[in-house]
Every structure is written in C-alpha cells, then in structure tokens.
C-alpha cells in the first residue's frame, strides 16, 4: 500500500516532466545562447563562428546601431493602443450580440472570420485595399474628403504604425467580441434584475456589474492580446517592413532585421537579452498586480 | 424592445459586417480577377471570373503547390508530436493536487505569449550545425514552444470536464491510473482532444516566424511562399491572393465546424463559452 501512495504522489510530476523537460531545452538552449554570444562579435557573412571576444560593445551598439529606442516606443504605443481599442469596439460589438435579436447567432459565426486568417495574410488584405493607385479603401475615403497622404496611410512616417494598429484591431476585434459575449452570458441575470428593481440605469449597470464581473475574462484577453501585440512581427513585415525609415519598426522586427537579414549574430544576442528582460518585468508584474487571484 | 431600437441596432450590426467581412470577401474576389482588372476603379463587383491565377501558382508552373503540402506536413508533424506529451502534462495538471500547479500553469502561457522571434535566430544556427537546416523536423521541433503550452492548457480545461467517479469506478475495479487513463479519460475525452488538436493544426499552419526562418526554398510553407512574390519582380497582386485564398481556407473551414469551441480555443481553455 505504501508503494501504491508514493507511486501516485511522484506520478504527476513523471507525467509532466516530458513537456516540460522538452520545453526547457527549447527554451534555455536560445537563451543560453544569446547570452553567450552577446560578448562577441560575430557575423555570420564573415564566418561561421564567433570572431572576437568583445566585452559589453554589443549591449552598447544596440543602442547605437538599431533603432531601439523607437522601437521600443512603438512596441508598447502598438500594445496599449491596439489592446484598449479593441477592448472596446469587442465590448460594444458583444452588447450588440447580447441583444439575442435574430441573426445574431450567425452573425456570431461569421464574425470571427478575420481572427482566424494568418496575420499575414490580414496584411496583404489591407495592403490591396491601401494601395496608393487603386486601393479600394484609400479610394473610398479619398472619396469622402478624408485627408490622405499622398504616400498612402503606409508610406508616410505618422501614419504607418497607426496602420499597422488598426489592421490588427480589425483582426482581432472580433476575438474579443465573441469572448466578452461568452462572459456577458455567464454573467448571473438575478444580480441584475436586482438591480434593476433597485432603480439602476442602464449605464449605471453596466459599470457596476457587468463591467466588474467580465473582470477575470477581461485581465485574461488584455494580458494575451497585449504581448502577441508587442510581439508584433508578421504585420509589420508584410504592411511597411518598418518603414517609412524606422517609422514603424518594433522590437520584434529589428531582432529579425539584425538577425536574420543583416546576420550580426553577436548584436541580436545581446538585443535578445534587452527583450527578453523587458517582457519578462511585464509579464511578471502583471502576474503579480492583476493575475494573482486567479485560481486555475 | 422598441421598433426604433431594432432598426438602429440591426444597421448597427448590418456595419459591423460589412467592416469584418467586406475586406475578406474583396480579397477572394481579387484572386477571381484578370490581372489587368486587379486596379480598376471605380470597383467592379461583378465581372467576368478568371481562373488563371490559380492555374498560374498551383498548376503550371504551380511554384505554390509544393507548399502547400509543406503545410499540411509541418502543421500535422507539429500538432501530432505535440500530443502525447500535452496528453501526459494536462492529464497530471487536471487531476493531481500538487504544490507549483499555478506557477506551472503560469510557465506554459508565459511561454506561449513570449516573442517567438526571440528563439527563432538561435534556432536558426543550431539547425544548420547539426544538418537540420531547411528541414521539415527543424520545423516541427522548435514549433513545439508554442503547440505544447496551448495544448495543454486547452486539454486540462476539457479533461476536468470528465467526472472524477468514473475514473474512480475503474480504480476500484482494480485498473491502476494509467489503465484508468487510457480507459476512462481518452474516449471521454477525445471531442476535447480532436478539437485541440484543431486548434493546435491551425496555429502552427498560420505561424510564420519559425518557416521563414528555418525552411529551405523546397520546404517552404504556404503563408511563406505567399510573402516571396514580394521579393520577386514586381507585385502580382492575382498570385498574392490565389494563394492566400488557399492559405485561409482551413483555418477558416476548421473554425466554423468548432463553432461552439472557438471562444474555448482561442482562449487557451480560460473561457469555457
């Protein structure tokens, strides 16, 4: 009987090493890696092994170099703007489908279309509909008087990551909507009746109730939609490729810029070890502040 | 509810529509299009249908076909060597108490939101050293950072579904946890497992850091060839779109049979819906 319970007490963990012994390789191998290489310089053009040892120079030319700066600016600006619009456009388009009208079940089904499209994919969409000559969406706007630059909304250095924001909030807009549905449904119809009994507007519901009780749903879709939007890379290099100049560049794409294009393995190294830092304060701090309560 | 809440709320829906969908539907109609038409404006809704582009990137010459069967391999090889160990991991999350279950749980998703890119470059040269360059496998393997987590998270959430009396039933009946296992927890749940694996299929087929990075000219996936008519003379915007059509078929295929997972799927299991 003794050897039944220790068998199931160290079960669980023989069951989950595998996965997680094959991620750790996955994992520390990059990052071992990237920390190795960042004191030397390398580039791959020139040979297939590290030249010399260089000290911190790469941590230094990173700033030098690459845009980072800029990069980082418009990585967080893409992830704060991206993740609040379409937090709201998906939480106007769910009261929509909360009405229960006819056709809203459909509607339902056919609105997730765009999330289920490779963002690359999304990107050449919109790069036909924005194309300057013969663009159909930079055609109809023009129509109505909207200002266009005469580069169109991707060639022209104020408008190009903005660009690139809204084709990701067009993708993922729906995902948003159809889960803050599912969490509206959740929500217990007896608290709001009470509510309601008690005199309470519409508005003043929705802050109150609903709002605070999608709270778990809510911190789940902003946490993901916020880093896959800071690790945007597939847009930006279908859309603008970073450009006009480094207008648009993120910091996913100048890692891939420097090295998978320029090939300064050395540099990305010590690039990687920057981003690797910053997502791992972000991703910890909301753990810690807005993710702690939840129970699995 | 009022007639005029009802009209306001349904052309209110009618935009949303319009603004989800039109863009996709205008693609699809492009890839329809003769090339000299691809431009015209104002814009032709209805026109004569030309197969061409099709004919051009998945016939003859059909440079695209090739990857097309590059993305079935590696999104397959990606989803089916994910399994068994998701299959072992949720199975050890959904039914064992044990201390680190939350930082376990928080481990998978921190990885399946990190920047992929962040991998892909040492990758890159760790396949060439050990001859995996451009290979299906070196594909495959490293796309396990991403289909492991979700598939895990997304099996716990089905296999807590499967009542725990069952299983204790086989226990007592004298099956041990992993007969149980295999008896009672697989067939109860393998709707969850086929529709991970769903899940899991489309994820690895929409993915493109990790082609772009380590697939060879021959290996190449199909979203991949899709960015490589940029590079080549000009932009042949029909090529583009027949075989992004191609490209979006599955996973869109795919979400309309989930249907009712999808709220499920892509929230790694955290929303039941």
Not at chain 1, 240 to 258: D, V
């Amino acid at each position: 009987m003794r050897n039944r319970y220790t068998w199931n007490r160290r079960l669980p963990y023989l069951l989950l090493a595998p996965s997680v012994i094959v991620l750790l390789a996955l994992i520390l191998y990059p990052l071992a890696f990237a920390l190795c290489n960042s004191f030397w310089f390398w580039n791959l053009q020139m040979g297939p092994a590290p030249l010399y040892y260089s000290g911190l120079d790469n941590y230094r030319l990173v700033f030098q170099v690459t845009p980072f700066w800029v990069a980082l600016k418009n990585t967080l600006l893409l992830g704060f703007l991206g993740t609040f619009a379409q937090f709201w456009f998906g939480m106007g388009i769910a009261l929509l489908l909360h009405t229960h009208l006819r056709g809203t079940g459909l509607m339902r089904a056919l609105l997730i279309m765009p999330t289920t499209l490779a963002p690359v994919v999304a990107g050449f969409l919109f790069r036909y509909l924005l194309e300057p000559k013969g663009g159909l969406l930079l055609w109809a706007l023009e129509g109505i008087g909207f200002p266009v630059p005469p580069q169109g909304f991707l060639g022209n250095a104020n408008t190009a990551l903005l660009s690139i924001g809204a084709v990701d909030t067009w993708q993922w807009t729906p995902f948003f909507a159809i889960v803050l549905y599912a969490g509206l449904l959740s929500i217990n119809e007896e608290v709001k009746e009470a509510a309601q009994v008690d005199g309470a507007s519409a508005w003043r519901m929705f802050w109150s109730i609903t709002l605070p009780l999608l709270r778990p749903i809510a911190a789940f879709l902003v946490m993901i939609r916020f880093m896959q939007l800071f690790n945007s890379f597939d847009l930006v290099f279908v859309l603008t490729s970073g450009g006009p100049g480094t207008a648009s560049r993120t910091l996913s794409f100048n890692l891939y810029r420097e090295g998978l294009v320029n090939y300064n393995i050395g540099l990305t190294a010590a690039m990687t070890w920057l981003v690797v830092i910053i997502v791992s304060v972000i991703i910890n701090l909301y753990l810690f502040f807005i993710y702690r309560k939840r129970e699995w | 509810m009022q007639r005029r809440h009802k009209v306001i709320i349904y052309a209110l829906m009618a935009l949303v529509m319009i603004f989800f969908l039109g863009p996709i539907l205008w693609f699809i109609l492009l890839a329809f299009r003769h090339p000299s038409e691809a431009y015209t404006l104002p814009p032709q809704l209805f026109f004569e249908p030309y197969l061409g582009n099709f004919g051009d990137t998945f016939v003859d010459p059909g440079n695209n076909a090739p990857q097309l069967v590059s993305s079935v391999i590696v999104s397959t090889g990606a989803t089916l060597l994910s399994l068994p160990f998701a299959l072992a991991s949720a199975y050890a999350l959904s039914r064992f108490a044990m201390r680190g279950k939350d930082f376990i749980m928080n481990w998978y998703i921190s990885l399946l939101i990190a920047p992929p890119i962040v991998f892909v470059i040492p990758y890159f040269i760790l396949m060439s050293r050990i001859g995996w360059a451009g290979s299906y496998q070196a594909m495959i393997v490293t796309l396990q950072t991403l289909a492991i987590p979700f598939s895990v998270w997304l099996l716990k959430s089905f296999m807590d579904e499967v009542p725990l009396d069952l299983e204790e039933a086989a226990w007592v009946d004298g099956a041990n946890r992993i007969a149980a296992f295999f008896r009672i927890i697989i067939p109860l749940a393998l709707p969850g497992i086929i529709v991970t694996s769903m899940f899991t299929f489309v994820f690895s087929w929409n993915n493109v850091i990790f082609p772009l990075a380590l697939s060879k000219q021959s290996t190449t996936t199909l979203p991949v060839g899709t960015i490589s008519f940029f590079a080549s003379s000009g932009v042949y915007w029909g090529h583009i779109a027949a075989t992004a059509v191609v490209a979006m078929l599955p996973p869109m295929i795919i979400f309309l049979l989930l249907g009712r997972y999808v709220v499920r799927g892509l929230t790694f299991g955290a929303v039941k819906g």
